[in-house]
């Protein structure tokens, strides 16, 4: 075997060794899930170089040199750094927005509308770059197909979703089957199926060169709302349902894997952390859950004080969880049994709809009705910065991969980019 180059992976942070084996070239991902700003580089390097036999000391040099560079990122990104300023507002559709995402390169932004389009713009001139016309409805959930980005799943109240290819704007296929709206719509991770979640109480996967249907998931009792992949392999699948339950599933078969229960209202929305290893569920019973995927246990519940929860994320090395709340309340806890609650973020005078940690994770970023959005310190629950302008509730956010520009998508037709 012979080391070829260091690859730097910055969400979460990571190496990778790209190799040659038998004449073969291969890839090994190494997490460093536990870098921060006071991590000893020499100290971590000399613990890689212990076990993995491919870092000699020819590289150890340019070992360091990664490493320190990873470190940087993440004291940049910290929530110390530059204050972001409205550098484009995008007057993007003729009605308020659902949802927008940003690709990999944060160098385009999609954004859903009821005006039932989907658009692609150019973060850096705020120019727009297609519209995705089709839709006889809402397009309510909208995404890339990342890493590579050259693709675009919307799903809609039509009752269909739709796979766009980026640089000509074409619809190449039109996935059909569901009875009722659909409200959630994700790639893969290697991109080779989509999935949908419908208010016809089902889920589907779908080949995404084909828009043929694989499967039908049956088994929740009421409107599936949420799903995603596992982020490592993309073989298994959670959805939430508003029959207060999340269920698991494997790709490769039709039938149900697990059911996990013990939310007694709907479920809000349900995530895998990093390495598939945890979900965490938000639910209108004012509680958030946090479940052991092999054990398939709920291993910590935390309540919010006479809330809805209506929102969950991990941060990137699924470390932290934070929750929303209807009380225009967001809190960090410690993604572990005991679930310890780290921060509390209070300021918002009404109901945030979403939350999303910084790449590095060192800021939380909240989106709510009062129609601002705000950045805080995730250690503290400091409020760092108001991004206020918008004239309407703000229904969507995002971070850039880069953590260096944010988006926020509005009910007043517009959408702003933050730099």
């Known amino acids: 075997m012979k080391l070829l180059k260091f690859h730097l992976r910055y ?57 320190v560079t990873l470190k940087k990122r993440i ?9 972001f300023y409205i550098y484009k507002t995008l007057v993007t559709h003729l009605l308020p927005l659902t949802n927008v995402a940003f690709d990999k390169a944060g160098s385009r932004c999609i954004t859903g509308s009821y005006d039932r389009t989907c658009k692609v713009w150019d973060v850096e001139t705020g120019g727009e770059l297609k519209t995705l016309s089709g839709h006889q409805n809402v397009v309510y959930s909208v995404g890339f197909n990342y890493p590579i980005c050259n693709l675009v799943v919307t799903g809609s109240f039509d009752k269909s979703a739709r796979i766009w290819r980026m640089d000509t704007g074409e619809c190449v296929s039109t996935l059909w089957g569901h009875s009722a709206e659909i409200v959630a719509a994700q790639f893969a991770p290697r991109g080779a199926h989509v999935a949908t979640a419908s208010m016809d109480h089902t ?47 494997d790709t490769r078969i039709k039938e149900r894997v697990a059911v996990l229960s013990g939310h007694t209202a709907e479920i809000s ?4 952390n990093w390495d598939s290893s945890l979900v965490g569920s938000a639910s209108l019973d004012g509680s958030a859950k946090l479940w052991d995927t092999r054990e398939r246990t709920c291993i910590a ?39 310890r609650e780290l921060a509390t973020m209070q300021g918002h005078r009404e109901e945030i709809s979403k939350v999303c940690f910084s790449p590095a994770g060192g800021c939380l970023l909240t989106a709510s009705a009062d129609k601002t959005a705000r950045i805080w310190n995730a250690s503290t629950g400091n409020c760092v910065q108001v991004l206020s302008g918008h004239q309407g509730e703000i229904f969507s956010c995002a971070f ?14 517009t959408c702003r980019i933050w730099r």
């Open 203 to 249: 889920a589907k996967l779908y080949d995404a060169l084909t828009g043929t249907e694989v499967h039908t998931y049956i088994g929740h009792s009421a409107e599936v709302i949420a799903l995603q992949f596992d982020p490592t392999e993309g073989q298994r699948l959670i959805t939430g349902s508003f029959d207060g339950t999340i269920c698991m599933w």
């Open 11 to 67: 969400h979460p942070p990571g190496i990778i060794l790209e190799y040659t084996k038998k004449g073969i070239v291969k890839s090994k991902d190494i997490d460093l899930l536990e870098l921060n700003c006071n991590s000893d580089v020499k100290q971590i390097a000399d613990n890689l170089q212990q076990k993995e036999a491919l870092i000699t000391d020819e590289v150890r040099e340019q070992l360091e040199q990664c490493l």
């Open 400 to 413: 850039s991969y880069a953590g260096d520009t944010v988006v926020t998508a509005s009910k007043d037709n």
């Open 301 to 339: 519940t935390v309540t919010a004080a006479a809330a809805e929860v209506l929102d969950v994320c991990f941060d990137w090395a699924g470390r932290r969880l934070a929750t929303a709340g209807s009380d225009g309340t967001a809190r960090v806890y410690e993604a572990l049994a005991d679930c």
């Open 269 to 272: 929305n349900a995530q895998y």
């Open 75 to 83: 004291e940049h990104e910290g929530p110390t750094g530059k204050r």
